[in-house]
């Protein structure tokens, strides 16, 4: 079955008050319009509901705008007002969010509150004397613990219960040849990264990202979870597009540990938009996204004040090695301790991106940044479609913006 979503009233908001013209960051005249419009080439697929994108380029936003609905608009719906999405519109960014708690470690190792090299049983007393114990800290950020996946719980909502979770994880054993090749963690690592991170800063997660990025850079939502006044402007999440053959459908089930479908309905859950799940439950807008990624890409300063050691973020951003297949993916995959990273010709975002960084988040959130060209992007959407039309669309979006942002 194909699922896919039709507007009947084409809706689009500018941020006019922070996007800069193309000249004034080097960029050719027309081209920030000819971006745009291969985003809303990927809107008109009709897989989207909503779609926001920011670009930022030389320090300064180029592009901050959304297309769309907060929820899928019909036709029973004419006559109503629909909620728009808006540029300021909190989206979940799904497994991006791993590179949000990655820095949060970086941070506290600056903070000489963490270190990469000890084992997890070093600060979490109660893995002490189990097998995740001996799991050092960079293994978790670098894909290579070998902690099995969430599909090894008795359900998916033990997500919401902290305690349970790391309980089962403390009595997994790690999978052999762990050190040999990455094996992507979907959820798992998040929550001993979380753990580790409360633990050693004596407050939550929250709190600690609240204090070392949200606040230091401005931001009204970036952190995990929401407020409570603020779930009621969060967009919801759909499955869309074509019904993926078995094969595909058995391929992402073991990546993620459950069904597509199961994925997406967790994440309009409310318990999902008020708890905190490390790896998978960051609430951002991109235009916040992208300042995160210019901190990053800044070395740990955002507008000349330091947000993290410069060495540790220069540590986050080191390649673990060259192209290894990614055991879980079965793809080829370029990890740092925090960041998925590109390659020359060709890479994850798009050609000649060695000094890009980012991440991906389920199937349609894409973050990322680049050090050469001082560029950070940021597209989320809330359709999640495994094939499509916009299969061939992305590959152009990222060419496109490698063109143009040098």
């Not at 509901?49 to 705008?65: A, E, T, W």
């Not at 999440?237 to 992402?252: A, E, I």
Request: glycine share 8%; proline share 5%; aromatic share 10%.
């Amino acid at each position: 079955m194909s699922r896919t979503f039709q507007d009947h009233m084409s809706c689009v908001t500018v941020d006019t008050h922070v996007e800069t013209s193309e000249s004034e960051v080097g960029m050719a005249v027309g081209s920030k319009e000819k971006l745009w419009s291969v985003v809303e080439q990927l809107y008109q697929t009709g897989l989207f509901p909503g779609l926001s994108f920011c670009l930022r380029h030389q320090n300064r936003v180029v592009i901050n705008r959304s297309v769309g609905y907060l929820s899928h608009y019909t036709e029973h719906d004419i006559g109503t007002k629909p909620a728009k999405m808006t540029p300021d519109t909190p989206l979940c960014l799904f497994s991006a969010s791993k590179m949000v708690v990655a820095m949060a470690v970086h941070y506290l190792v600056g903070e000489r509150l963490l270190e990469l090299e000890r084992e997890v049983g070093y600060y979490l007393g109660d893995f002490k004397h189990a097998d995740v114990g001996r799991l050092l800290l960079r293994d978790l950020l670098t894909h290579r613990a070998g902690i099995p996946s969430l599909s090894e719980f008795d359900s998916t909502h033990i997500i919401f219960d902290t305690p349970a979770v790391l309980s089962k994880i403390g009595q997994m054993t790690p999978q052999k040849g762990k050190y040999k090749s990455p094996a992507y963690h979907a959820v798992t690592a998040g929550f001993l990264l979380g753990a580790l991170c409360e633990k050693v800063s004596g407050q939550s997660l929250r709190s600690l990202i609240d204090q070392a990025f949200c606040k230091p850079m401005g931001m009204k939502y970036f952190n995990y979870g929401l407020a409570e006044l603020q779930q009621s402007l969060c967009a919801v999440n759909y499955v869309t597009g074509p019904t993926p053959p078995k094969l595909v459908h058995f391929w992402l089930s073991r990546i993620l540990g459950t069904g597509i479908d199961d994925v997406v309905a967790l994440s309009n859950h409310d318990r999902f938009l008020k708890s905190v799940v490390p790896a998978v439950n960051l609430f951002a807008t991109p235009e916040e996204i992208c300042r995160f990624l210019q901190m990053v890409s800044d070395r740990g300063y955002y507008e000349g004040r330091q947000i993290i050691k410069p060495n540790c973020v220069e540590d986050a951003l080191v390649p673990v090695s060259k192209f290894e297949i990614d055991k879980m993916f079965l793809l080829p995959v370029r990890y740092s301790a925090g960041f998925m990273l590109g390659a020359n010709p060709v890479g994850l975002w798009g050609p000649f991106s060695e000094h890009a960084f980012g991440h991906i988040g389920f199937t349609t959130k894409m973050c990322w940044g680049n050090t050469k060209t001082n560029t950070m992007v940021a597209l989320l959407m809330t359709g999640n479609p495994i094939l499509g039309a916009h299969l061939k669309i992305l590959p152009r979006l990222l060419a496109e913006i490698s063109r143009y942002c040098r």
